[in-house]
């Protein structure tokens, strides 16, 4: 292999999923620990939120776990979509005033009103 093409390689960065659809209960953070260092690399604010809304959790509570398990998921979510190529792109698209859009109708393929 070239050098050329181990630069081209290392030029796409590797996926943090394997779809940017969803993530597999074996992909991306695992612990409280592994996700607040991935929010804290990808963004310090999202991971104060986390760390705010984690410390709020009453621990007295019955369901105290099960809100920690729903916070843990919702800020897995919030890691991807800062970190897949495939979402950042789409945001960026998303926001760019010259990518073209189109209606329900344009694309189901309804009538045009005259």
């Not at 597999?24 to 996700?35: A, F, K, W």
């Not at 929010?39 to 984690?54: H, K």
């Amino acid at each position: 292999m070239s050098e050329h093409t181990a630069d081209q390689g290392a030029a796409r960065p590797t996926p943090p999923t394997r779809s940017p659809y969803r993530i597999e209960p074996d992909e991306g953070p695992q612990t409280i620990g592994e996700l607040k260092a991935a929010l804290a690399a990808t963004d310090p604010a999202e991971l104060a939120a986390f760390t705010a809304r984690l410390d709020a959790v009453r621990t007295t509570d019955p369901a105290a776990l099960n809100e920690v398990r729903a916070l843990f998921t919702e800020y897995r979510h919030v890691w991807v979509l800062r970190t897949h190529p495939e979402i950042q792109e789409a945001i960026r698209a998303a926001a760019d005033p010259y990518t073209p859009t189109y209606t329900l109708e344009d694309v189901l393929g309804g009538e045009k009103s005259a």
